[in-house]
């Protein structure tokens, strides 16, 4: 499997499946993306990064006519079609390779609707990706993107906690483990050098109009975890799990250090977590 497919299929949970909060939650986005869609009985909808279809089989149950599933991974291509097929609706579903920034497999104005969610923070070059989502669907057509904001927080669960965890005693121990996750995503990375407002003025400079971006940002506890799970959690394909990050940056001394602190706030839910998220909706002008 691609690290596309290994996150998504096995490492974004942990070792199991979603725990209850996480599957509502995502159930919360798709419905918000594809009620920003629009879809009309009969839609074509592009799905780009469509992973293992969350948004997009959404959008079947929905009465999609057709949904086209883009992805840069074969194998979440494959997975979905195997889901499809079991779902009896692969005839209503189409798979392509394609990246967001170069959608010249699919014709001009030949979508209703175009999605995306937790892709393009993924893709370097979002000014393309917008222009591509704007030339690919018909005037009227709407784009529905849901981003996470990374940059957010980024500040204060690196800096000033251990991702929201107060350990300022072990500022040294730490600063190892986070420089294993910096050393593989910068501030330049595609995943932390953007926010809203930038989403908003790409859509805008793409020829979307009207355009409304929405920013859900919350400081919240997070629930109390197992530590297994807790440490077997990598929070995106491009990074290690805490277990894998701390077995690489750490001594056996220093890793029981941050083990005996960190685990019992872990474990009674005892952080603050600093997260946003971005909605945005915008239509492609009927003139
Ligand atoms: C976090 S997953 C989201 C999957 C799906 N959209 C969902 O809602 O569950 C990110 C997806 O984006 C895909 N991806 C990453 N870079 C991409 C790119 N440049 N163009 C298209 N898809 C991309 C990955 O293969 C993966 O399926």
């Given amino acids: 499997m691609d690290r596309w497919a290994k996150w998504l299929l096995e ?31 009969g839609a074509r909808l592009l799905d780009v990064g469509a992973g293992d279809g969350l948004i997009a089989f ?15 991974s074969d194998d979440l291509l494959e997975h979905a079609r195997g889901l499809a097929a079991s779902l009896g609706v692969l005839d209503r579903c189409a798979f392509v390779h394609a990246s967001a920034d170069d959608l010249s497999a699919f014709e001009e104005s030949s ?3 175009v999605t995306t969610r937790s892709v393009l923070i993924y893709v370097e070059r979002k000014r ?24 957010f927080g ?19 121990v730490t600063a190892k483990v986070h420089a294993v996750y910096a050393a593989l995503q910068p501030d330049t990375d595609p995943m932390l050098d953007f926010d809203e407002r930038d989403l908003l003025e790409l859509a805008r400079d793409a020829g979307f109009l009207p355009i409304e971006v929405d920013l859900n ?4 506890r997070p629930p109390a975890v197992s530590w297994d799970l807790f440490v077997s959690i990598a929070g995106n394909p491009m990074i290690p799990s ?16 941050l083990t005996s602190r960190l685990r019992p706030l872990v474990e009674a839910g005892g952080g603050v977590s600093h997260s946003a998220v971005a909605y945005l909706t915008g239509a492609r002008p009927t003139q």
């Fill in 128 to 151: 393309e990706a917008l222009d591509e989502f704007h030339r690919v669907l018909r005037p009227g057509g709407r784009i529905s993107l849901f981003e996470p904001i990374n940059r």
């Fill in 11 to 41: 490492r974004r949970f942990g070792a199991g499946p979603p725990q209850p909060d996480q599957a509502a939650g995502l159930s919360v986005i798709r419905d918000r993306v594809l009620d920003g869609a629009r879809l009309e009985d």
């Fill in 217 to 220: 940002a919350q400081l919240v």
């Fill in 154 to 172: 980024a500040r204060y669960r690196v800096e000033e906690t251990f991702w929201g965890y107060a350990l300022d005693d072990l500022q040294e």
């Fill in 111 to 113: 979508f209703d609707a």
């Fill in 242 to 257: 805490l277990a894998e990050a701390m077995n690489e940056a750490l001594s056996l001394a220093e890793r029981e250090q």
């Fill in 58 to 72: 959404g959008a079947i149950e929905r009465g999609a006519r057709e949904v086209v599933f883009s992805d840069i």
